[in-house]
């Protein structure tokens, strides 16, 4: 069985502060990670993923993550928050790589970027 | 872009009333599927369609079906609208299994059943 948990259900930070969104997963083969963003009364949009390689991953919007497989993490960063970027943060995990209907959800972080 | 467009961004329907959620997508994509999300709970899935004609029941399929009769348009049935199925519903595509794809979503319907 696999599992995504976001632990916090809400994140405020100030603008021009870094932000970061946490994730944590549990598969029983290799992840693949993905992030979205969802701005209110708006579908969920893509902004990165990690498949292989590089522990760090880049995606939109001057978002970031970084893989850590010791720690079972995937978080979600930006260096200089944007009050804009206030929205709710999904992130989901599949252990297989061509089974799209596999993608597991955590519950969601509402992020609030403080002007 | 991807354009994935659901037919109504708001629904009020009473109790015991048959639902029709209407999605479309314009990127040739195989998978189509329908999510249901609700506080708290994220997004779980209802059911999902890798081609014309096929479906399979995801996590919470109950009380729901689905139709696939040709590949841009996936649509979404509730058969006899209950209270508890008042939710944001969420429709999204991707490429088939043989990519390691993201899913892209519509703009969500927001269903309320009275």
């Known amino acids: 069985a696999q599992s995504v948990a976001q632990p916090e259900d809400q994140v405020n930070v100030a603008e021009g502060n870094p932000l970061t969104v946490k994730c944590t997963y549990s598969?029983?083969?290799?992840?693949?990670l993905f992030w979205y963003v969802q701005y209110p009364n708006r579908g969920l949009q893509f902004l990165l993923k990690y498949i292989t390689g590089d522990n760090l991953v880049k995606g939109s919007y001057g978002f970031e993550a970084e893989f850590n497989k010791s720690q079972t993490s995937f978080h979600l960063k930006k260096p200089s928050a944007l009050v804009s970027d206030s929205a709710l943060y999904f992130c989901a995990v599949r252990d297989v790589p061509y089974s799209a209907r596999q993608l597991t959800f955590g519950s969601g972080t509402q992020l609030t970027v403080l002007p | 872009d991807v354009k994935v467009t659901q037919s109504s961004r708001y629904l009020v329907k009473r109790t015991g009333e048959k639902v029709f959620l209407e999605c479309v997508q314009d990127m040739d994509h195989e998978n189509m599927f329908w999510y249901r999300q609700d506080p708290g709970l994220g997004l779980r899935l209802i059911y999902f369609?890798?081609?014309?004609?096929?479906?399979e029941k995801g996590d919470i399929p109950e009380g729901y079906s689905v139709s696939r009769e040709k590949k841009e348009r996936f649509s979404l049935i509730l058969e006899s609208a209950s209270t508890n199925q008042t939710s944001m519903y969420l429709c999204a595509s991707s490429f088939p299994d043989r990519a390691v794809a993201e899913a892209f979503f519509g703009q969500g319907t927001r269903l309320t059943v009275v």
């Open positions: 598969v029983s083969g290799n992840p693949y």
């Open positions: 369609s890798y081609d014309v004609k096929m479906k």
